[in-house]
């Protein structure tokens, strides 16, 4: 797997939590820059997906089933938008919240990604 994309998304994804937390801490919903933060996040994650996928297809395998790491990109692609839609709808501290708790999420699956693809040494 593409490391450097990995650490990118994992980095994008920490500072958007921080970012979010920040903003819960300080009693205040998603703006519109926090969406464009979340844009940016997704877009890394869409790009690792695709990565992930022409992977597979030129024949590199996973250390473990090519089906759990499909997934997990997957769901690493999704992790953001979802909490995104969900802070629409929340417009307190708490969609903020909602978003930094999905961004620590994404941040999370990066990490299981790594481990998957064999870089956890086990």
Known sequence: ?????????????????????????????TKDW???GMAVVTVLALLQLVVGVVWLARGQEPSDSS???VSYLLGAAAAVPAV??????????W?????????????????RLYDIWGGGGG
């Not at 958007?16 to 801490?25: D, I, K, M, T």
């Not at 969609?95 to 990490?111: D, H, I, Q, R």
């Open 34 to 36: 926090h969406f464009i």
């Open 84 to 93: 995104g839609f969900l802070s629409l709808a929340e417009r307190t501290r």
């Open 95 to 111: 969609g903020s919240a909602t978003v930094a708790a999905g961004a620590v999420v994404l941040a999370v699956l990066e990490v």
């Open 67 to 69: 089906v759990i790491f």
């Open 1 to 29: 797997m593409f490391i450097p994309l990995t650490v990118a998304v994992t980095v994008t994804a920490l500072a958007l939590a921080a970012w979010c937390g920040h903003a819960a801490y300080r009693d205040q919903p």
